[in-house]
């Protein structure tokens, strides 16, 4: 891997582990539950991010450029929840991602999706921009309503991502996930989805790690909880320390949001 890309990934990937906190909903789902207030949202959580995966307008708006923790840049978008959802372009450039001192560039792809090919082609583009300067690209495999979230699916998906130059994947936790690991050759982490129970996110996250994903990109299930501190604090705890689900929901507020 070359030095630049290398660092960046470094910068982003503790110890080959990551946690991932993703406030990037808004580029296509408006004001999301729990992200009215981006900064308000993201500030308090930002102590306890590996990384952040945003968009430049709430970099610009709402993250101090001080505060030093690695930015993932959402780079593909142009759509809404209003339209075809696959229907992606590339909105942000190479040059904006340097200017804003990413750490990488994340772009979604829909395989099986109604505009797979463009989206893929979306993932190309960066990808070719992107080790001219030493910018690594994350892939996000994102799952149209009609597609099974299966490892034979997802396993498709991400090794495509990844066959295209991906340097790191996002998927989602299925049924037999050491398969889709083990078919892609670059680093997966998987997103948290829907807000579900506090336990029932943690129990995601473990049984993630333990099929060998290397942490997580998790946004509704940290910022929607009612304790998004505990919340990110006890999915470090997994991701990094090794922590069981039992060891890590006693970083939750309260004996209430524990048993959740
Ligand atoms: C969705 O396309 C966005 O990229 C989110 O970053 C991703 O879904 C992860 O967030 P969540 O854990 O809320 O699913």
């Given at each position: 891997m070359d030095w630049g890309v290398s660092n960046r990934v470094s910068r982003i990937m503790r110890g080959g582990r990551t946690v991932m906190l993703a406030v990037d909903h808004g580029y296509f789902q408006g004001p999301t539950t729990g992200l009215e207030n981006p900064r308000k949202t993201i500030t308090p959580l930002l102590?306890?991010?590996?990384?952040?995966?945003?968009?430049?307008?709430?970099?610009?708006?709402?993250?101090?450029?001080?505060?030093?923790?690695?930015?993932?840049?959402?780079?593909?978008?142009?759509?809404?929840?209003?339209?075809?959802?696959?229907?992606?372009?590339?909105?942000?450039?190479?040059?904006?991602?340097?200017?804003?001192?990413?750490?990488?560039?994340?772009?979604?792809?829909?395989?099986g999706g109604e505009k797979e090919r463009q989206t893929l082609l979306n993932l190309s583009e960066l990808v070719n921009e992107g080790e001219r300067l030493g910018m690594p690209v994350l892939a996000?495999?994102?799952?149209?309503?009609?597609?099974?979230?299966?490892a034979r699916y997802l396993g498709l998906a991400c090794r495509i991502a990844a066959e295209l130059g991906a340097r790191i994947v996002k998927t989602y936790y299925c049924q037999d996930f050491e398969k889709v690991v083990g078919g892609c050759p670059v680093p997966v982490i998987i997103a948290g989805g829907k807000k579900v129970p506090e336990r029932e996110a943690l129990q995601l996250a473990y049984s993630?790690?333990?099929?060998?994903?290397?942490?997580?990109?998790?946004?509704?299930?940290?910022?929607?909880?009612?304790?998004?501190?505990?919340?990110?604090r006890a999915v470090r705890a997994i991701v990094h320390d090794g922590s069981t689900v039992d060891e890590a929901a006693k970083l939750l507020a309260g004996p209430k949001a524990a048993r959740a």
């Amino acid at each position: 891997m070359d030095w630049g890309v290398s660092n960046r990934v470094s910068r982003i990937m503790r110890g080959g582990r990551t946690v991932m906190l993703a406030v990037d909903h808004g580029y296509f789902q408006g004001p999301t539950t729990g992200l009215e207030n981006p900064r308000k949202t993201i500030t308090p959580l930002l102590p306890y991010a590996d990384s952040l995966m945003l968009t430049r307008g709430v970099l610009r708006t709402s993250v101090d450029p001080e505060h030093p923790v690695p930015v993932v840049l959402r780079a593909s978008g142009g759509t809404s929840i209003l339209k075809e959802l696959s229907d992606e372009g590339v909105t942000t450039s190479m040059d904006e991602a340097v200017r804003l001192n990413a750490s990488a560039v994340a772009v979604s792809i829909f395989v099986g999706g109604e505009k797979e090919r463009q989206t893929l082609l979306n993932l190309s583009e960066l990808v070719n921009e992107g080790e001219r300067l030493g910018m690594p690209v994350l892939a996000v495999t994102a799952v149209g309503r009609e597609m099974e979230r299966d490892a034979r699916y997802l396993g498709l998906a991400c090794r495509i991502a990844a066959e295209l130059g991906a340097r790191i994947v996002k998927t989602y936790y299925c049924q037999d996930f050491e398969k889709v690991v083990g078919g892609c050759p670059v680093p997966v982490i998987i997103a948290g989805g829907k807000k579900v129970p506090e336990r029932e996110a943690l129990q995601l996250a473990y049984s993630a790690v333990s099929k060998g994903a290397a942490g997580v990109d998790m946004g509704r299930n940290i910022f929607q909880s009612s304790d998004p501190v505990g919340m990110i604090r006890a999915v470090r705890a997994i991701v990094h320390d090794g922590s069981t689900v039992d060891e890590a929901a006693k970083l939750l507020a309260g004996p209430k949001a524990a048993r959740a």
